[in-house]
Nanobody
Framework: QVQLVESGGGLVQAGGSLRLSCAASGRTFSSYAMGWFRQAPGKEREFVATISRSGLSSYYTDSVKGRFTISRDNAKNTVYLQMNSLKPEDTADYYC?????????????????????WGKGTLVTVSS
């Protein structure tokens, strides 16, 4: 069993930055590909970024490329999402997810139901 707890959300002006963290319980964090997803009001949850178990490979949805960076620290059981140049359309609940059998690339393409674990989310609000 893995528990994921997100933090770092908040209110920021357009053009600002936030760093989200997702802390995982358990000793097997490095065996999971990790990802960030988001859900805006009235919309479906969507993929944002994923990172491989080693941290060497990462994938991003087109709308955040060049602005967001996903990273992980396996010694601290934590995955991060650095968000720069934030836009009002980035406003959403942000969730981290863990996948034990998929690659990070698979997570990007997979249905949400295939993720093994989800956090409860952290709200990011970007004002214009």
């Amino acid at each position: 069993q893995v528990q994921l707890v997100e933090s770092g959300g908040g209110l920021v002006q357009a053009g600002g930055s936030l760093r989200l963290s997702c802390a995982a319980s358990g000793r097997t964090f490095s065996s999971y590909a990790m990802g960030w997803f988001r859900q805006a009001p009235g919309k479906e949850r969507e993929f944002v970024a994923t990172i491989s178990r080693s941290g060497l490979s990462s994938y991003y949805t087109d709308s955040v490329k060049g602005r967001f960076t996903i990273s992980r620290d396996n010694a601290k059981n934590t995955v991060y999402l650095q968000m720069n140049s934030l836009k009002p359309e980035d406003t959403a609940d942000y969730y981290c997810a863990a996948a034990g059998t998929m690659t990070a690339g698979d997570m990007m393409r997979s249905t949400l139901g295939r993720m093994d674990y989800w956090g409860k989310g952290t709200l990011v609000t970007v004002s214009s």
